[in-house]
């Protein structure tokens, strides 16, 4: 009789179904690269008798994950069912037990990571999580085992593709932030409460753990200068289209010095560069490494499918581990705990680039020029500017406000921050003023 | 006293030298994730005396491949020598001697892989060779590990760099094809013989690679229709943009009822398909997976940093394995030996698609009705057909022949090449037929 590696799932809902619909459909080719099969043998959920897909056994549910647990023939804990608490709870036993974990709650992992990093190591067992950063791309495994020899100078990713999704959406069709999120909505790709995506949190937490995978250090994630797309207006997409940019939903993890400078936020994007390509929910990720120079991942950031098949990949991994006695093979974070250093993160106000500045002001004599004096004043130089159409003055009220759009040439955020203030002083301003980074 | 994973690098050029850098560089960093350093014990080239690079230590080299493959303290031997049959004793003997390879060298694994395969399953040991194909891009670990549990429905990939220069350059600046190889040579991304690169070859055997990994089967790469660039004409490429389309050197590995559709040849690629925004010396592989859908990898191709960036990376998975005795943990080709089947290759005539056509007829009556009638009779409908400049006839000699251009409706390619033979026997036709497939 050929063993098996016994498997024990938590949740199972889109996710959990498509696990078991992969690991059923190719149980041939995964025993044929393994030499054993897979089996899951029980699977917890909420409430058994609301389950009725075909692809659940009913004769393995259970509405209690501690047996899972605490049953001997299974190896390896699948986490699926989300939330925190609830969650953190079965790991945490899973991991006490000597189980191998593989989960898909990124939420899990920026809340109490720390607690699971050190149980894992104490206890020398895997805790995999590929699905949890940008679905379907295994940036993860490629930052961990293909470039662990690489010295990683940046990584660039569009790893929130709700975000991606609405400014993609604004952009095509001329929509408002309000409309297109609506439409995200409706076509299931925004939550009903949208914030944790659209305000950068979720991009936050990713980046964060990309960054200690590329750099061996410890990220505070709410440290991470964070902006949301829901500051972006339509009115900023058509001047950015009219520069020659597109406007991205970025997270950023460079080294600059002994330093990382972290950040997420829309910028603007050249529409030749090559994430300015990628559309809709669509996700991807741009590493440049000091020898290996630029390489760029792209494909579904979410949904079932893609998940469940990031989630069956560690499986497949742990599943060789525990065939080989090779427990803890790989550090979950890529580095050893021991290794791992407290990053330090530099000042957003350090950060130098070029910015688009978008100022509505009361169409007066003398505006622009106490304009280009504050930004003098300050070593900001300017590269374009435009007044509203560009000329064409027809769309606007003769008596109203006007935008006057900027594009610096590139100075530290310190100094455009300080014009801008001074520029706000200024009784012509009539309205807050707009500043998006611009990523080369 | 540290322990240390001990190497020995078989040949010092480009990539060889690369490596001792990347390792240097990084030592720290390698260290703090395997938890024991990687020592390059030995380094053996033909001729030490030659050797001027600072970073190769002068007291390690040898000319003699064997002194490395009989040193009890190296582990694994690294072969960056290139060449097949000097390479294969260097191998043959470091896999009998339980040492674990990694290497480079695409040509060995196309001509003596079956060998080495068979060797290093029999001894235990693993062969990495992620650098063996698309350069930097981690195309083999994603393939052979990430994506272990799913399956894989096709893969299109620009595999060759050098190609890819050539066709984007004779399309960027409409140059001739030898125009554009003696600018690749030029500037050092072809050789002084291409036939291997411009024919097609190399991404033959690339495919070939992949194709095992991604669906368990033996592959003769031998029989594997492949066409190269060197016959498609400056004017295609025009034709081409006009459709709508880009030429691109592809190579194809599908999964069609129980056979593998492997192919390689140029084809027109739709323009706003990803694979067509990938120019210059880049590769890049889009992976479709039954639930996964489709993700994209691009990046550098060639070049040592890459290639070294790659080898280091294996480098470090086999590290990984002898700290844990987990040798031959993942299977050299995904699959164990016992698990891979021989591919049924379906016949290039069966292809199913649509087709780009070029003619080249004398201008007289009936000629365009024997081309539509010849089409017709072979079940081939025309999507699209115009002659020569498209109305603009200024450039053609008014006696001369023109150029008819069709794009078919999807057909079998018997049925189109039944009908380009027959419409060849007509004594209109001048010249040769262009057929180049559509790729969507």
Not at 121 to 142: L, M, N, S, T
Not at 185 to 191: D, R, V
Not at 330 to 345: H, I, T, Y
Request: aromatic content about 4%.
């Amino acid at each position: 009789m050929t063993k098996s590696i016994g498997i024990g799932l938590v949740g199972c809902g889109v996710v959990g179904t498509g696990l078991l619909q992969v690991l059923q459909e190719n149980a041939t080719a995964i025993e044929g690269r393994l030499g054993v099969p897979l089996e899951v043998r029980r699977i917890a959920v909420r409430d058994p008798a609301a389950v009725r897909s075909p692809l659940v056994p009913q004769d393995k549910l259970t509405a209690d994950p501690m047996e899972l647990v605490r049953d001997p023939d299974i190896q390896v804990i699948v986490e699926v069912m989300g939330g925190v608490e609830r969650a953190y709870e079965v790991v945490h036993a899973a991991i006490l037990a000597g189980k191998h974990v593989v989960t898909a709650n990124k939420a899990l992992l920026a809340e109490r990571g720390a607690e699971i990093w050190n149980l894992a190591e104490q206890h020398g067992v895997d805790v995999y999580y590929e699905a949890a950063v940008a679905g379907g791309i295994p940036v993860i495994r490629v930052l961990r085992e293909a470039l662990a020899s690489e010295r990683v100078l940046a990584i660039r990713g569009i790893v929130n593709g709700t975000s991606n999704y609405i400014l993609s959406r604004m952009s095509a069709e001329s929509m408002s932030f309000a409309d297109a999120l609506a439409e995200a909505q409706a076509a299931g790709y925004a939550e009903a409460d949208p914030t944790l995506d659209v305000g950068g949190g979720d991009a936050c937490h990713k980046i964060a753990i990309l960054a200690t995978l590329a750099f061996g250090q410890r990220v505070p994630a709410d440290q991470i200068p964070t902006e949301g797309i829901d500051r972006v207006a339509t009115i900023d997409i058509a001047f950015a289209q009219r520069l020659g940019f597109v406007i991205k939903p970025l997270a950023v993890a460079r080294v600059v010095g002994d330093s990382l400078d972290l950040r997420v936020h829309p910028a603007l994007v050249p529409v030749e560069a090559t994430l300015a390509t990628v559309h809709g929910a669509l996700n991807a990720v741009a590493i440049e490494g000091a020898l290996l120079g630029p390489i760029l991942m792209s494909g579904p950031g979410a949904g079932a499918g893609p998940t469940a098949t990031s989630v069956a990949g560690d499986l497949l991994d742990v599943a060789r581990n525990i065939e080989c006695c090779a427990h803890a093979r790989v550090p979950s974070r890529g580095f050893r705990q021991v290794a791992l250093r407290d990053a330090k993160l530099r000042d957003i106000g350090e950060h130098r680039g070029r910015f688009y500045l978008r100022l509505t002001v009361a169409d007066r004599p003398g505006v622009l020029g106490a304009i280009t004096s504050a930004l003098g004043d300050n070593d900001v130089s300017i590269e374009q500017m435009f007044q509203d159409g560009g000329g064409q003055r027809s769309k606007r009220d003769e008596t109203g406000p006007v935008s006057v759009v900027l594009l610096t040439h590139r100075a530290t955020e310190r100094n455009v921050r300080a014009a801008l203030a001074s520029i706000e002083t200024h009784d012509a301003v009539v309205a807050p003023s707009q500043l998006i980074r611009i990523e080369e």
